[in-house]
């Protein structure tokens, strides 16, 4: 299984980015997916997940309102568009398949990672 995130870099205050991970080698279609971050120093974090079906979200208060994640099971590709983002929202993205299809947020469910895309909001 192999998971690729991309799309992160470096934007100001107030602006948006689109994060996708592509899947392969997975059955992306009863896989739930989640995306999580980590900031210099911290732990990994959860931000957003999504069900097998794309009917199913969940969100971490802190990105409530702002970001939003979805799935395009044609392209085995889950996205994560930010938009509004903050300083505090910097950090390495991580993507996340979990291969049952409950929506979770504890990281331990997840069974396989990507490599992580660095995202940065300057002030």
């Known amino acids: 299984v192999q998971l690729q995130a991309s799309g992160g870099g470096l934007v100001q205050a107030g602006g948006s980015l689109r994060l996708s991970c592509a899947a392969s080698g997975l059955t992306f279609g009863s896989a739930t997916m989640g995306w999580?971050?980590?900031?210099?120093?911290k732990e990994?974090?959860?931000v957003a997940a999504?069900?097998?079906s794309g009917g199913s979200t969940i969100y971490a208060d802190?990105?409530?309102?702002r970001?939003?994640?979805s799935r395009d099971s044609?392209?085995?590709?889950v996205y994560l568009q930010m938009n509004s983002l903050k300083p505090e929202d910097t950090a390495v993205y991580y993507c996340a398949a979990d291969r049952?299809?409950?929506?979770?947020?504890k990281l331990s469910d997840y069974d396989y990672w990507g490599q992580g895309t660095l995202v940065t909001v300057s002030s």
Request: no cysteine; net charge positive.
């Open 62 to 65: 802190s990105v409530k309102g």
């Open 36 to 41: 999580f971050r980590q900031a210099p120093g």
């Open 100 to 105: 049952r299809p409950i929506t979770t947020i």
């Open 67 to 69: 970001f939003s994640i």
């Open 74 to 77: 044609a392209k085995n590709t």
């Open 44 to 46: 990994r974090d959860f």
């Open 50 to 52: 999504i069900d097998w």
